[in-house]
């Protein structure tokens, strides 16, 4: 376990658990968007930073189109499941320009920030509450006109 991930691990414990289910979903569908549009800005200066962008951004849409959240497709991925994926991508992306072979560029700082700033959504993220399930559809009752 590298120094980065041990650090990113008691940030973790320690953060505050305000994003919801919902919200972690818009964030995700955000992050994917990111790595996808980063694929395309590398697509001609760095082509194995593109090609790890793209990895990411499928990997990340992927698995949010799967999870078990509101704006989940095809619910097959438990949220608190998800949120263990979630840490081994965060701490995954500062092995990424390594094993890509584009260690040292300005690319590689991309997905070195992107290990803290997914480690810091995945530690603010409430994976185990009520609200982190996907809710029931309510029925909205019908009020008849007398009862106004």
């Known amino acids: 376990m590298s120094l980065a991930t041990a650090a990113l691990g008691q940030v973790e414990k320690r953060l505050p658990k305000v994003i ?6 818009i964030i995700d569908y955000c992050h994917a968007a990111f790595f996808f549009g980063m694929a395309i ?27 078990d959240y509101p704006l989940g497709a095809k619910k097959v991925i438990p949220f608190a499941t998800r949120g263990r994926m979630d840490s081994g991508l965060a701490a995954s992306s500062f092995m990424v320009p390594r094993l890509f072979g584009f260690s040292g560029t300005a690319e590689a700082q991309v997905f070195r920030m992107n290990g803290f700033i997914d480690g810091m959504v995945v530690g603010m993220t ?18 008849d006109a007398r009862e106004i």
């Open 20 to 25: 919801d289910a919902r919200t972690h979903g």
């Open 126 to 143: 409430d994976w185990n509450s009520e609200r982190a399930h996907t809710p029931e559809p309510t029925k909205l009752r019908q009020i």
């Open 41 to 67: 800005f590398c697509a001609r200066r760095n082509r194995r930073a593109a090609t790890a962008a793209l990895a990411t951004g499928a990997f990340i849409f992927a698995e949010s189109l799967l999870t």
